[in-house]
């Protein structure tokens, strides 16, 4: 029988979860963590805050011509831009974490279940020969779900008539 493991994971969190032997219910493998990502996000934006476009010094008068006016700067959002670039390094991080297993052989195939955003990072991301194993994805974030509907979501059972729905 196939190993399957299901990642489920948004930009700070991925769990990591099996099919057991007997079909049930999906269980706890392991879970990784960004540490960044868990960092006050004021933190980002007091760093980007010196950095930001629109502020006229003190004193500055409505008819001096050297007067910052109020502009859009790509370094507004340098906190955003910061929280993507790790989003971005953890992506990279999960991928070789699942390269080394699948090198392990701890799992045969794999489905991915993550926001959509992070969806995207971990596509790019991901080594040729462990995308050859996704076999589903779906871009939602269920990082907070339980793994019983988890379970019910990718793997729904026959209603008691014996149809599928």
């Known amino acids: 029988m196939k190993k399957t493991w ?13 099919m057991p032997q007997d079909g049930d219910e999906l269980e706890d493998v392991e879970q990784i963590t960004d540490a960044a990502a868990h960092a006050d996000s004021a933190d980002l934006r007091r760093d980007a805050y ?3 476009a629109g502020s006229a010094p003190q004193g500055a008068r409505q008819g001096n011509v050297h007067r910052l006016t109020p502009t859009s700067s790509i370094t507004a959002s340098a906190g955003e831009e910061q929280m993507h670039l790790e989003a971005e390094g953890f992506a990279r991080r999960v991928a070789e974490h699942l390269s080394d297993a699948l090198h392990r052989k701890r799992f045969d195939e794999l489905r991915i279940v993550a926001a959509p955003r992070f969806l995207g990072m971990l596509r790019k991301a991901l080594s040729h020969e462990v995308s050859r194993l996704v076999v589903d994805e779906v871009d939602k974030d269920l990082i907070h779900e339980a793994n019983r509907d988890i379970t019910q979501r990718l793997f729904p059972r026959p209603s008691a008539g014996g149809a599928p729905r």
């Open 6 to 18: 299901v990642l489920v994971a948004d930009e700070a969190i991925v769990r990591i979860l099996q």
């Open 50 to 52: 010196g950095r930001r």
